[in-house]
Nanobody, 116 residues
């Protein structure tokens, strides 16, 4: 599975961005798609994930109420709508696809920078 993420950029605090992740390859093997983010020197953290089979969604605590994850099942595309962005949301955002225990694929990441 290959993942191509896009949509990052520079935005002022309070602004919005929409990230897109387009998977390719053995898409039928994907069980969960998600977004994670990482700041240098810190561990990668979950932003949001969505189950392919039943659409169950999980959000990281820090983004609840501001970010919305969605998936276009026809195009197998994953989205992350980020509203009310804050400087602490600045990070590299990675798209992920969980296939089975021990097998998760990661995209290259897209940088989101929020200025105060």
């Amino acid at each position: 599975v290959q993942l191509q993420a896009s949509g990052g950029g520079l935005v002022q605090a309070g602004g919005s961005l929409r990230l897109t992740c387009a998977p390719s390859g053995k898409i039928s093997t994907i069980k969960v798609m998600g977004w994670h983010r990482q700041v240098p020197g810190r561990e990668r953290e979950l932003v949001a994930s969505i189950s392919v089979s039943d659409g169950e969604i999980t959000y990281g605590e820090s983004v609840k109420g501001r970010f919305t994850v969605s998936r276009d099942s026809a195009q197998n595309t994953l989205f992350l709508q980020m509203n009310d962005l804050q400087p602490e949301d600045t990070a590299v955002y990675y798209c992920s696809s969980f296939v089975r225990l021990g097998t998760t694929y990661w995209g290259r990441g897209t940088l989101v920078t929020v200025s105060s």
